[in-house]
């Protein structure tokens, strides 16, 4: 096995070089850190992972959990790794000193969430759901909600959850039927199937602590009659003991990859005896949950660039060290082999790779910066940071997980027949990043979010920004030697993108909805390249930057090879928008057109 | 599971409305046949592949085969399934009549192949290669060779194998350093390391036939020094009995996918007592290899067209099954919610699968009618398809497999979270599948072999006659009414290729072979859109003319769905040589430019 799952030095150079996250601690929120504790965070965050998660990697997933006697028993690393999180502060690591948090910016903690990641995916989601179900409670729940429940969350004795997802009721949550009957002490009775429950129970924390979606008896139809309730495995008695409360797992879903976690069908209510707990206001379930799932979206973004950042250092090692053929310039068979990094064509696969992670990584990092603005800042910065995040959202869950499964699949083809045999890692990273683009709402909803919700908010205010944003950059390096015509064709993709959008505005206008959002899926796509191009140039001015004050020879080659990465993104990658570019362009609507029969013979 | 893993109807409109296959019986070779009989093969082999392999497709991935004393253990499965090639004549299908073969065209040939991949790839392999393997034989074995090994083959007894592959030799087969020492009787001895060797022992067959590559002792260095043995796992005494020949399996691979294979590493004559057998001429052996590569070649193609076949049927299954949200124009959530067939991104992922496979197989069936022709024909026609089979091959080895991994995700995702689980099949079609761009030559491998070879061969010849041959479809086309401009388009797309054609010439004339072949497989991804953008302008043209003799209402549906996919074709998918053309025509060649040590940091 490789003995590198991520770049301490990318991570680095995006926050400090590219981002500026340092300039965070100018706020008030973030006035008790500095820079060097930020590095501190990141250096205790990568020994952990590398002690902890990486060395269970492949034995969680030869391992995967069981449903034994009611209970799903995962492996032993899972409860080392709970307490860890939560004696370390991991899990509190962003949430609020009055809440005994660590008041980082989420930048930092998406950084370290991608370490974790990178080190062993199925580790890393126990420590963060349980965080995502915390702030919620911290977010919308009562002092009495918060007291009880929070402060084991964040101990990492208690897990937590999303549960969301039923049988009928998967991208389409206004169909849940989980009912809650209210009762006379404020509680509510819960009755309901969930499915796809991510850590819905398991032996490495004590209690499990669902954030449940469920229905007031009597509620208006739909999306608007969706309550939140904390329901827990075990409930607390009036003598402060934990009994049963009535939630059976039915079955554990035996999965292509992600094994070393356990996704649960739960059972709520079967014997009548399920109570559960109002979050906030009746009615107010989804608006709630959408809070923490923008969050959530981007977490889902950080894990599959994580497993395609490992994969990438796997293929990489391989591939200085595996000597097979000769230069196509020197073919006597009589020379030595070459490692086939040598070739232009692995060149070009480890290339694909590093841009697709380092790029990733970029936007991610950079949806979390604005998501800091938006907590930290003030007046009309604090709301441009809001709506960049909002649009940012979508394409920073769905680039890195589609471009994810991509990229894994180029890790297995640099091993060739190796990379389809369990004796290396690659084919566990191509199945574990597979559920990225499932996962916390399909490629097909965040096209629906993207082109159907953000595009057009607030008078189409975001996007206004967003295109703002990007401008900016490229009237700055434009200004930078060695970026050649580079900007001036992120420029032309930008307004390609405009004459685009105004297309499908107008089909909007004369063809309905229907036609307007058919191929949202591209325009995301679409949508994504171009954003990955603005983060590259960004990181092309940065390492021109750096360059300029030279240093060792290692820096230099690490500058170098930025440079050669952001010219691979510009001259592969974002020319790849030239094909939805011109479908979108087009008066066709046969998705729209063609029916359920056409598919029969 | 679902209960279809291919369309009878879409074989025979490929077979018969499209390529005329039934003209074939006009040559001499195939004259002792007519479209009964194909049609009775088809027949026949759907059924043999519904009763007999299909049954077994998951339980043999559930459970592959093991490595037990010395032996690898296979699902019982497999001896009754080559017990059935063999009575059936399915393995000696193409072969002539005077070996005791069907003599049948190549093109039903491949029809069955995919067929039988379909049900279940895995458990066509072993078939198929002892046909290949027996084809070597017969094509250049002595009378004695021949009569020795080739009956139990055909019978379905013995397994046959193709033995290229060494640790330190897999794309470079220059480099292999298995020896064959000559001895006094006229075999040799051999001694070595074989690696990746598919059915290279199992418990379904009574002996294995490896059609091995070997170094005589003293041969030149490079391919020119590699010859072909036969070598069996057990050899027969003079007495006729049959004895251990000094082949040891030292471990079987576990791997992604493709589970119901062994795939086996081989020690060969450890103990001096391996003996192997000539076939034809000394330091002939990669010349022979390659006649039947390039059918292997094809052979994978048609695996990977089968596995992403019936990931589509499972998926449309689904689709036409699974009730989820509603209509974008009706949202009321009173209303029950749609199948998920209705959703237009639905409806896109589902053609993309049908447009993969439904296309992939039209080009892969016309390469077949193409050796078909030069194996039956004469004289200029019989130069012509020899010359658009070679520059066909690398393309239906790699359009079918890349795309396959593309198409078996989309099955996955019209699934949802239900994809990911095993209780649905998309998962293994995924697995299942990645194994095609690496086995039989790397997609890298073929595109180098399409640009560096084929393009220039014979002065450009074959690359002349293709363009010829789409540019006749595209004549044929523009007399239709209803195709639009889609023949101009394809027109478009033929000179945007030659002109990137042209320009790389140029770049290999003025910076050399390194920055030539750089992209070759962007220059072959290019190459493979327009091929069957080619081919779904063939089947337009065949459907237009089967809605002309309007019949049921069924067949009206099919006409119709077929037209639907090819218009998909051409707005979805042609686009796509857009970016990979843009690229092709750049100066930046930054993959032959960066270092390896740009990737370090």
Chains 1, 2 share one sequence.
């Not at 060149?347 to 990584?361: C, I």
């Amino acid at each position: 096995m490789a003995d590198k799952f991520f770049s301490e030095r990318n991570l680095k150079f995006l926050l400090y070089e590219v981002l500026n996250t340092q300039h965070l601690t100018k706020f008030e929120t973030f006035a008790n850190h500095s820079r060097q504790m930020f590095d501190m965070v990141i250096d205790a965050c990568a020994k952990l992972a590398g002690d902890l998660l990486w060395p269970c990697f492949e034995e969680m997933d030869k391992n995967p959990p069981e449903l034994k006697d009611g209970r799903v028993h995962v492996h032993p690393s899972v409860k080392k790794i709970m307490k860890e999180a939560g004696d370390g502060g991991w899990i509190g690591l962003r949430f609020p000193e009055e809440h005994n948090g660590e008041q980082l910016p989420a930048v930092i903690g998406s950084a370290c969430e991608f370490i974790f990641s990178a080190a062993n995916y199925s580790a890393s989601v126990y420590a963060h759901l349980t965080a995502g179900a915390a702030h919620l409670i911290i977010s919308f729940g009562s002092r009495e909600l918060i007291g009880t429940y929070v402060p084991n969350m964040l101990a990492g004795k208690w897990q937590g959850t999303m549960a969301l997802t039923e049988p009928q009721a998967g991208s389409s949550l206004s169909d849940i039927t989980t009912t809650a009957i209210p009762q006379n002490d404020g509680t509510y009775k819960i009755k309901g199937q969930k499915i796809f429950i991510s850590a819905g129970d398991h032996t490495g924390a004590d209690n499990v602590i669902h954030l449940m979606l469920a229905k007031i008896e009597g509620a208006p139809p739909g999306v608007k009659g969706i309550s939140l309730f904390v329901v827990p495995r075990l409930r607390i008695t009036d003598s402060g003991q934990l009994v049963g409360n009535d939630i059976t797992v039915t079955q554990i879903y035996h999965k292509l990859g992600y094994r070393g976690a356990p996704i649960t069908e739960l059972s709520i209510g079967e014997k009548d005896d399920c109570i559960g707990f109002l979050v906030g206001e009746p009615h107010q379930g989804l608006r709630y949950m959408f809070r923490m799932m923008n969050e959530a979206r981007i977490n889902v973004g950080i894990g599959a660039a994580g497993i395609a950042s490992a994969a990438y250092y796997a293929a990489l090692e391989y591939a200085k060290a595996r000597p097979q053929g000769r230069k196509i310039t020197s073919k006597d068979p009589a020379l030595p082999q070459v490692p086939i990094i040598e070739h232009a064509d692995v060149k070009r696969m480890l290339l694909f790779q590093r841009a697709v992670v380092e790029g990733s990584m970029s936007l991610l990092l950079q949806s979390a910066l604005y998501a800091d603005l938006d907590n930290a800042g003030e007046g009309e910065g604090r709301e441009r940071a809001s709506l960049l995040l909002e649009i940012l959202t979508p394409v920073a869950k769905t680039y890195p997980s589609e471009m994810g499964v991509l990229s894994t699949s180029q890790s297995i083809q640099c091993f060739g027949g190796y990379g389809y045999c369990e004796d290396f890692p690659a084919e566990q990273y191509y199945r574990d990043v597979r559920i990225h683009p499932i996962h916390e709402g399909t490629t097909g909803i965040q096209g629906m979010d993207l082109l159907g919700r953000k595009i057009m908010m607030k008078n189409g205010q975001a996007f206004k920004l967003y295109l703002d944003e990007i401008r900016q950059t490229i009237v700055q390096a434009k200004k930078l030697p060695d970026t050649a015509a580079y900007p001036e064709i992120l420029e032309n993709a930008l307004r390609t993108l405009e004459k685009v959008t105004q297309h499908l505005i107008s089909v909007a206008q004369s063809k309905g909805p229907e036609a307007y959002l058919a191929d949202a899926t591209l325009y995301l796509e679409m949508f994504g390249i171009i954003t990955v191009a603005w983060q590259w140039l960004k990181q092309a001015a940065a390492a021109l930057k750096g360059l300029q004050n030279k240093k060792s020879k290692k820096d230099i080659h690490f500058y170098e090879g930025k440079l050669f990465t952001f010219k691979y993104f510009f001259e592969y990658e974002l020319p790849k928008i030239e094909g939805p570019a011109k479908r979108l362009m087009s008066e066709a609507h046969l998705t729209v057109e063609m029916q359920a029969e056409h598919f029969n013979d």
